[in-house]
């Protein structure tokens, strides 16, 4: 079973996976797609917590993304982008 996340609101991103037979089972809510994916990520087995260095990579993306590239964007994007910053905000704390 693999878990995923769906948008089931406008704000919402819900977790959970899909049944054989095609039901959805709904597993967390969340406010920002960040942190559904991080759940997700969890879910399926990932490690909770960053490495430093893939903390220190997601930032210099970050940064280079929300330098010139910011303006030109879709809207949509830019709230990708947006999604990510607040995602590493807790790990560049931790760091801190």
Known sequence: MNWVYVQSEKELWTTGHYKPNGDWCSESDHSTRAEAAARVH???????????????AAQVLA?????PLMPTMRPELRAIVRDFRDALAP????QQ
Do not use: R, S
């Open 42 to 56: 969890y879910l399926n087995g990932g490690n909770t917590a960053p490495t430093q260095a893939l903390v220190t």
């Open 63 to 67: 940064n280079e993304i929300e330098g």
């Open 91 to 94: 790990f560049q704390e931790e």
